[in-house]
């Protein structure tokens, strides 16, 4: 391949590459604004827990729907901190573009200096998209258990007026 071409080819995969890491960066952004929006309805799901516990709190019921308001405040408590902890919690994401001092090399001819980049492109793509990935594995899983707590107040419900009776 000619110089000509080789250049033409390298500009357009890099410009690919830049666009490719923009978009990936983008959908960080998009998924931490659903995991800030998760956290609210968690949030707000513990504290429909708690005021329902002071509620029966101050009926003087406080017996087998204890155990229910306790573990469905409990619930919501345990996936907010996994939530905190798996998908907002600020962490490291590699940058669209190099370093300058990484990318002036008079030494080397422009093309291979491209060339060269483009292999740094493709670790940060993935890096960025194995970032993603994760969080959104967590993401999906949290609100999946959250779906799931009628089912498990359910059984705490169960297991309180079991133990406590009546």
């Known amino acids: 391949m000619d110089d000509t071409n080789r250049k033409e080819l390298l500009l357009w995969a890099e410009k690919a590459a830049i666009e490719s890491l923009k978009g990936h960066h983008a959908s960080a952004?998009?998924?931490?604004?659903?995991?800030?929006?998760?956290?609210?309805?968690?949030?707000?799901?513990?504290?429909?827990?708690?005021?329902?516990?002071?509620?029966?709190?101050?009926?003087?019921?406080?017996?087998?729907?204890a155990a229910g308001c306790a573990f469905f405040t409990v619930w919501f408590l345990v996936l907010s901190v996994l939530l905190v902890g798996k998908c907002l919690m600020i962490?490291?994401?590699?940058?669209?573009?190099?370093?300058p001092s990484n990318?002036?090399?008079?030494?080397?001819?422009?093309?291979d200096v491209i060339e060269s980049e483009l292999d740094g492109f493709q670790r940060r793509i993935a890096a960025v998209g194995k970032e993603n990935g994760r969080v959104v594995w967590w993401l999906n899983r949290l609100r999946m258990?959250?779906?799931?707590?009628?089912?498990?107040t359910a059984l705490a419900l169960w297991v309180g007026w079991w133990t406590v009776g009546a």
């Open 29 to 65: 952004d998009v998924i931490a604004k659903e995991a800030s929006t998760t956290l609210t309805i968690f949030l707000a799901a513990m504290g429909g827990g708690i005021a329902y516990a002071l509620k029966l709190l101050e009926a003087g019921e406080w017996k087998w729907q």
């Open 91 to 99: 962490r490291a994401i590699p940058p669209v573009f190099n370093e």
């Open 103 to 111: 990318l002036y090399m008079p030494q080397f001819a422009y093309l």
């Open 145 to 152: 258990a959250a779906a799931l707590s009628p089912v498990a």
